[in-house]
């Protein structure tokens, strides 16, 4: 069973009413996504808020819209959000990510997401565990176009998805011209298998950068990459 907290370096994730738990994958993202000065950021998928909180710690003039469809989930974020130092540059929306998309008047410089996996795959019977696994509530299709409505024309993307979505997401922000400049592969230990690509979209051409996160050493410990791109959050680095 998750803990009912997460108690990071600047604040803390309370997580026992929401379906969505902090995890590795998550942290990765919120610590790695970068961007120049946003000012307007948009998570779309915000479960108990915790990337929203990373992108407030790490851009301090930014002002942060996070979305998340799950009640209690949108409830729990709004409480962490006020437990945190950033509640005023941080709203939380409880509603779909294609209803905000197409409601929504605002154009974002930097969008992330972390969305739900296994489009393709057998659902659970578990409600809330469908919301976490199975991006039923929103397909790869509509998170394309939900992106392409909401981000600015010199804005950036980022996610995190399994090898076996990324390709199909890939080709869905091509159709609008939105074209992946930054890949990371994430492994859990060096000769275990690729199991996340984390990848950078815009609108405009760029140079293409490749790299790899090795999430643990030999020896079962956090890689020195890992503690150097946590360093800002986790308490034990």
Same mark, same amino acid.
């Given at each position: 069973?998750? &803990?009912?907290? +997460?108690? +990071?370096? /600047?604040?803390?994730?309370?997580?026992?009413?929401?379906?969505?738990?902090?995890?590795?994958?998550?942290?990765?993202?919120?610590?790695?996504?970068?961007?120049?000065?946003?000012?307007?950021?948009?998570?779309?998928?915000?479960?108990?808020?915790?990337?929203? *909180?990373? *992108?407030?710690?790490?851009?301090?003039?930014?002002?942060?819209?996070?979305?998340?469809?799950?009640?209690?989930?949108?409830?729990?974020?709004?409480?962490?959000?006020?437990?945190?130092?950033?509640?005023?540059?941080?709203?939380?929306?409880?509603?779909?990510?294609?209803?905000?998309?197409?409601?929504?008047?605002?154009?974002?410089? *930097?969008?992330?997401? &972390?969305?739900?996996?296994?489009?393709?795959? +057998?659902?659970?019977?578990?409600?809330?565990?469908?919301?976490?696994?199975?991006?039923?509530?929103?397909?790869?299709?509509?998170?394309?176009?939900?992106?392409?409505?909401?981000?600015?024309?010199?804005?950036?993307?980022?996610?995190?998805?399994?090898? +076996?979505?990324?390709? /199909?997401?890939?080709?869905?922000?091509?159709?609008?011209?939105?074209?992946?400049?930054?890949?990371?592969?994430?492994?859990?230990?060096?000769?275990?298998?690729?199991?996340?690509?984390?990848?950078?979209?815009?609108?405009?051409?760029?140079?293409? /950068?490749?790299?790899?996160?090795?999430?643990?050493?030999? &020896?079962?410990?956090?890689?020195?990459?890992?503690?150097?791109?946590?360093?800002?959050?986790? *308490?034990?680095?």
């Amino acid at each position: 069973m998750a &803990n009912s907290y +997460f108690e +990071f370096k /600047k604040f803390t994730i309370y997580q026992d009413r929401s379906a969505f738990k902090v995890t590795t994958d998550a942290c990765v993202l919120g610590a790695y996504v970068y961007a120049l000065n946003p000012d307007s950021v948009c998570e779309l998928g915000t479960g108990t808020g915790i990337i929203a *909180l990373m *992108l407030a710690q790490k851009f301090p003039c930014s002002k942060i819209d996070a979305v998340e469809i799950d009640k209690l989930s949108a409830v729990q974020a709004r409480e962490n959000v006020d437990y945190s130092p950033w509640s005023e540059r941080i709203t939380v929306f409880n509603q779909s990510i294609q209803d905000f998309s197409t409601l929504s008047k605002k154009k974002y410089n *930097l969008i992330v997401c &972390n969305p739900p996996y296994y489009e393709d795959h +057998f659902r659970s019977k578990d409600n809330q565990k469908n919301l976490t696994k199975h991006n039923y509530r929103i397909s790869i299709k509509e998170l394309a176009k939900s992106v392409n409505i909401l981000l600015r024309d010199q804005g950036v993307f980022f996610t995190i998805m399994p090898t +076996f979505s990324f390709g /199909k997401l890939r080709e869905e922000l091509e159709r609008y011209n939105i074209r992946l400049f930054d890949k990371m592969g994430l492994h859990s230990k060096l000769k275990k298998p690729l199991y996340r690509y984390i990848g950078g979209f815009c609108r405009k051409k760029d140079d293409m /950068k490749e790299n790899t996160l090795i999430i643990y050493d030999e &020896n079962g410990e956090y890689s020195d990459s890992f503690k150097k791109l946590l360093k800002d959050y986790y *308490l034990a680095f």
